[in-house]
């Protein structure tokens, strides 16, 4: 098997070298595993694509590259410049260090990644170490993600299509905020919202005087609806979420019926 793995918090980020780690144990000896990250951090970007400008890439060792751009941009580079000869089986993003549980989704450049190979009809999953007081300052803070990933990720790929049309399944997959032995298992999990204040600016004042904004998240220790992501990473589950990149409110298409007319 071949895994092209990128994420969001940049080349040199520990959570990648958790992840390139999973993805040699699942790719197997005679696997290959490539990676394309940016080579700066790239948190909160979403499905960001440098569409206006170029970006340099650069080779950093054999498969190993690193791209001033964003995770969907790493893909793109995977897919159409450095593997274009041998695309890969498999895209993982991550692992991103801080949860994209419930609406943090929404902004995720590790979600951008897996969306961006999803949508290229490549199988892609996002991998996210939930923080804590367990985990925040621990020797390994990713130590329930390196334990769990390699055999969950063999189940999940297990049930994955090799082949969809038009919005391909992706898979969010966030793991609980504590130390790997304290896990109580797995939960397939919808996306949750954390009611309450969410993202916000908070204003500093420069010793030149200058002001400026810093962007600041919510409390990431209020749980989601019961049975939703969130609400079982903070009860010590990791949570599967299928997505696609279908936008619809489908719930609402009948209801809006009444809209449609013929001229």
């Known amino acids: ?3 092209l793995v990128t994420n969001d918090d940049g080349i040199n980020a520990p959570g990648l070298k958790v992840l390139e780690a999973i993805a040699g144990e699942l790719a197997g000896p005679d696997g290959e595993v490539w990676v394309v990250a940016p080579a ?35 893909v793109l580079v995977g897919l159409h410049d450095v593997m274009k000869d041998t695309p890969p089986d498999l895209i993982l993003s991550g692992v991103n260090r ?3 549980s419930a609406e943090n ?9 897996a969306m961006e190979g999803a949508l290229q009809g490549v199988r892609a999953i996002a991998l996210s170490q ?32 090799e082949q969809e049309e038009d919005y391909r399944l992706f898979f969010n997959v ?22 309450g204040p969410g993202f916000a600016v908070e204003p500093h004042t420069s010793p030149t005087g200058r002001r400026y904004l810093w962007v600041r998240g919510g409390d990431q220790r209020r749980p989601t609806l019961p049975g939703t992501d969130a609400a079982v990473n903070l009860d010590d589950y990791i949570s599967v979420t299928p997505m696609r990149a279908d936008l619809t409110a489908n719930d609402a298409l009948e209801r809006l019926k009444s809209l449609e007319s013929d001229r």
């Open 130 to 161: 939930y923080l804590g007081p367990k985990t925040y300052n621990a020797e390994n803070p990713f130590e329930a993600a390196a334990e769990h990933a390699v055999p969950l990720l063999r189940q999940i790929l297990e049930q994955m299509p």
């Open 98 to 100: 801080g949860n994209n």
């Open 174 to 195: 966030n793991f609980p905020p504590c130390p790997a032995a304290e896990v109580k298992g797995v939960r397939v999990a919808p996306q949750g919202y954390r009611r």
């Open 40 to 74: 700066f951090e790239q948190s909160g970007v979403g499905h960001c694509i440098s569409y206006t400008h170029p970006m340099m890439v650069a080779k950093l060792g054999e498969r190993r590259f690193a791209a001033e751009g964003s995770p969907a941009d790493c």
């Open 1 to 3: 098997m071949r895994i």
């Open 105 to 113: 989704a929404l902004y995720s450049g590790t979600l951008g990644g």
